[in-house]
């Protein structure tokens, strides 16, 4: 038996796909962006000597086009704070949350587009 597949019906099923590729990964960047933003604030309550909160409740979940930034917004000292300066090593507060949640995240995406197919 010899199936024929034409270009329409092809096309048809790679739209259909990708359609349904791009809500399962959408939904997936937000969950784990949420997730290393709270792992972002965390790391920081627990490594600043003094606490005001400033820093990280700056930190924010913003959509765009090719997914989800997370950082801080308006604190002009965030890059001193994550990667430091002068005899300051840094809290490295960003890259240890994305760290963290790195494994599980590319997992999520393989299983996305397994259940996508």
């Not at 796909?17 to 997936?28: A, C, G, V, W, Y």
């Not at 801080?72 to 965030?78: D, I, L």
Request: proline residues 1%.
């Amino acid at each position: 038996m010899d199936i024929k597949i034409g270009n329409k019906s092809a096309s048809s099923h790679f739209r259909n796909f990708e359609s349904r590729l791009k809500i399962k990964t959408d939904k997936t960047m937000g969950t784990y962006a949420n997730l290393i933003r709270a792992s972002q604030w965390s790391i920081l309550r627990n490594k600043v000597k003094e606490w005001t909160g400033n820093l990280a409740n700056s930190i924010i979940v913003t959509k765009t086009l090719k997914g989800r930034y997370i950082g801080p917004k308006g604190v002009v000292y965030s890059r001193w704070i994550e990667y430091g300066g002068g005899v300051f090593s840094g809290y490295h507060y960003i890259r240890d949350s994305i760290k963290k949640y790195e494994t599980s995240y590319i997992n999520q995406l393989k299983k996305d587009i397994k259940d996508a197919i």
